[in-house]
């Protein structure tokens, strides 16, 4: 199953070597609820292997957009059942912070466009 979902970086773990062979890495994002901010959610996710490096460019308060699969497994220990789920990313692209909807124009003044170079013909 293919997922995305877009919200704030606030929490980004250090790689975790698990064993000789698999590392992973989490982080979380805060998505914010148009309604109410104190309903907001704070989703966990993880990154394996070679996708681990996904988060370094990345800063605490970015905006992101992330893809990820859900991943669920069976674990028996000591004649007793348990599952688990792991949000599993495999993509994260930063996304540019857009103004909301009542937010003002931005106000530009005629000396805030440069003036016409010596190749530029336009007739406007």
């Known amino acids: 199953m293919n997922f ?6 606030i929490v980004k773990d250090d ?12 982080f979380v994002i805060e998505v914010v609820n148009e309604r109410n901010s104190d309903w907001n959610d704070f989703i966990k996710f993880q990154l394996t292997q070679d996708k681990c490096n996904l988060l370094d460019p ?25 599952y688990f789920s792991n949000l599993e990313a495999w993509r994260i692209e930063k996304e540019e912070a857009v103004l909301p909807p009542d937010a003002p124009a931005p106000n530009f003044s005629e000396a805030d466009i440069p003036p016409a170079g010596p190749d530029e013909d336009l007739p406007f």
């Open 15 to 26: 790689t975790v070597e698990i064993s000789a062979s698999f590392k992973k890495r989490e």
């Open 4 to 9: 995305e979902i877009s919200g704030n970086l």
């Open 58 to 82: 990345l800063q605490l308060g970015d905006k992101i957009k992330v893809n990820f699969n859900i991943r669920g497994r069976k674990w028996e220990k000591d004649g007793r059942v348990n």
